[in-house]
């Protein structure tokens, strides 16, 4: 029963989202619709997430298809499943990539309604989505003339259209960039190795194995296996420097090749803290402005989805920015109230000695004001009744006397 009732609630949760949907994109054009269809928009209510699901499934039933294909056994007998299926998902990612083009002069980078498309055409994206059917219709079209049975390998290109749906390839592209001068070094260092490598082993095994070793290229192969790992056994030295040479560079070859790998993983995660630490600020700086909107919200749950934050931690995100706006608020408001309220000469925590101290500097001020070349001016002023009173006068006066 729960079973059912998870599913009847998925169903109805799809359905309003369906209706939310249609509410949304009335009286837009199609192009924007579409486009909302498979891209996350505050219009799209979730609903382009059901379009990438039926795209990653259909990934992962074509490839799973591909690879069964292979086994002789098993395709004799499910052949026609298989090409049936074949057809379905070539069908879906046809469409998904014709509308994808259609949409995307929504926009502004491919805003131009031919440029922009063949822009767009051109790049990483597309041009995956492109090599994910042209075996297909190559094969149709071709097939008769051409052996093009090598091309269906070539379908198992449709893999790299799941990296459309996760930021993480971007982060790791920004990782490599941040890194690049670093990584860089550690692969020159690797090439040194392996020239070195090869070279020692062709000098110290080319007389005793002239077909394995029969030249430094080739004895590379056998230089970056040993220095990647622990060696496949295929070409083994038999001399007893060609054996020492090994265990040397086996050694060091650990610690050089693990460089970028370590690299990596640390740019990889202060990459992903730093994209964080944007997002929260950003969070911060629309949170706190007076113009924040649920337009404002739905933009930062689709970047907090790219980042691989949870629901629950951008809703926390969200409470500890408006908390720091809240406190702030009443931190100002206690500090414009302490300031209204103060003594311009507060001395109330001050020592008998260093209140003595503090009037006679007050006292002193005044009189160099009474010798002033103002004072006649203060004077009038100040023995006007309207504008000064009678203690007020008394104390000018005696000041100058």
């Keep these: 029963m729960l079973f059912f009732r998870k599913l009847y609630e998925t169903f109805v949760s799809i359905f309003h989202n369906f209706v939310k949907f249609r509410r949304a994109n009335q009286g837009k054009t199609i192009r924007s619709t579409v486009f909302a269809l498979f891209n996350a ?7 382009n997430k059901y379009i990438d699901h039926v795209v990653i499934m259909s990934v992962l039933v074509s490839v799973v298809c591909i690879v069964l294909e292979t086994v002789q056994e098993i395709n004799s007998v499910w052949s026609a ?5 074949d057809l379905i998902t ?6 998904e990539y014709v509308l994808r083009v ?9 805003e131009m309604p031919i440029k922009g498309r063949i822009k767009y055409m051109l790049s ?5 989505d492109l090599v994910a059917i042209c075996p297909f219709y190559i094969d149709i079209f071709l097939s008769k003339s051409i052996d093009l049975r090598f091309l269906r390998i070539f379908r198992l290109t449709r893999l790299l259209k799941l990296t459309r749906y996760t930021g993480t390839l971007n982060t790791l592209v920004k990782a490599v960039q941040r890194e690049k001068y670093v990584l860089m070094a550690a692969a020159f260092m690797m090439f040194l190795m392996i020239i070195l490598t090869a070279s020692l082993g062709y000098m110290f095994e080319h007389d005793a194995q002239p077909d394995k070793f029969e030249s430094i290229p080739t004895s590379m192969y056998w230089a970056v296996v040993t220095l990647a790992s622990v060696g496949y056994g295929d070409i083994t030295p038999v001399t007893p420097l060609g054996r020492l040479m090994t265990v040397v560079v086996s050694f060091v070859g650990i610690g050089i090749f693990a460089i970028p790998a370590g690299l990596m993983a640390s740019s990889f995660t202060d990459q992903l803290r730093l994209d964080r630490n944007i997002f929260e600020d950003e969070v911060r700086k629309l949170v706190t402005s007076d113009q924040f909107t649920d337009e404002d919200r739905e933009n930062l749950a689709l970047e907090a ?4 934050l949870s629901e629950a931690v951008f809703q926390e995100i969200i409470k500890k920015v408006e908390q720091e706006k809240i406190a702030a608020q009443a931190s100002a408001e206690s500090n414009s109230n302490s300031a209204s309220n103060a003594s311009p000469y ?9 209140t003595l101290e503090d009037y006679r500097k007050h006292i002193s001020a005044l009189r160099s004001l009474a010798l002033s070349t103002q004072a006649n001016a203060l004077s009038e002023l100040i023995n006007n009744p309207a504008k000064a009173t009678q203690l007020e006068r008394d104390i000018w006066n005696s000041l100058k006397t």
């Design 41 to 47: 928009t505050p219009q799209s209510h979730s609903v």
């Design 81 to 85: 499943q298989f090409h049936t299926l």
């Design 90 to 95: 070539v069908a879906i990612f046809s469409i």
């Design 102 to 110: 259609y949409s995307c002069v929504e926009l502004k980078e491919y």
């Design 124 to 128: 990483a994206s597309a041009l995956v």
């Design 305 to 308: 989805e790219r980042l691989h």
């Design 346 to 354: 507060s001395i109330s925590n001050l020592s008998p000695e260093l």
